[in-house]
């Protein structure tokens, strides 16, 4: 359903950079970066799943928490560093809460943007596991 990834961070008495490579920490073909930002503590985001993307997913800054849902198991990820982060399968129902203030959530998709990718309704999610 979803990995653990992390990254090496380059530090030095200047603050710390991390480099994203795709074929090496980007375990697929990159085709969009999005970011997600000025997210209010009590709202939710996600609510659905995709058919066919493979994202990564990053909080560049502060911390959200991001519920994942293969339909068998759910489990809770906190995301809460720049150098750690989680790739996540197809057919994975996601929402993401518990934004920080501040927070910003990257995302590295295998795919341009397409409404056609998406299932946003549970009942269609489970039932499009089935097939
Ligand atoms: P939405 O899927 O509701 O965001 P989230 O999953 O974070 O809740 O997307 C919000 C709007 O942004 C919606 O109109 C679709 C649009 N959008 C794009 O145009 N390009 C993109 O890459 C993404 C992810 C969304």
Same mark, same amino acid.
């Given at each position: 359903?979803y990995?653990n990834?992390?990254? @090496?961070?380059?530090?030095?008495? +200047?603050?710390?950079?991390v480099?994203?490579?795709? &074929?090496?920490?980007i375990?697929?073909?990159? @085709?969009?970066?999005y970011?997600?930002? &000025?997210?209010? &503590?009590?709202?939710? +985001?996600?609510f659905?799943?995709?058919r066919?993307? @493979?994202?990564l997913?990053v909080?560049?800054?502060?911390n959200c928490?991001v519920?994942?849902?293969d339909?068998?198991e $759910?489990v809770v990820?906190s995301?809460?560093?720049?150098? $750690?982060?989680i790739?996540?399968n ?9 934004f920080?203030?501040g ?12 409404e056609?990718?998406?299932? +946003?309704d ?8 089935k097939?």
């Amino acid at each position: 359903m979803y990995k653990n990834v992390s990254f @090496k961070e380059i530090t030095d008495q +200047r603050g710390s950079l991390v480099a994203l490579e795709q &074929g090496i920490e980007i375990p697929f073909d990159m @085709k969009r970066v999005y970011f997600i930002y &000025g997210v209010g &503590g009590d709202d939710r +985001r996600g609510f659905h799943a995709h058919r066919n993307l @493979k994202q990564l997913m990053v909080c560049v800054s502060g911390n959200c928490k991001v519920l994942l849902d293969d339909g068998g198991e $759910k489990v809770v990820v906190s995301l809460n560093s720049p150098s $750690k982060g989680i790739t996540v399968n197809s057919m994975v129902w996601r929402e993401m809460y518990d934004f920080s203030e501040g927070c910003v959530l990257m995302v590295v998709a295998d795919d341009i943007y397409r409404e056609c990718d998406y299932i +946003r309704d549970y009942e269609l999610f489970q039932e499009e596991l089935k097939k």
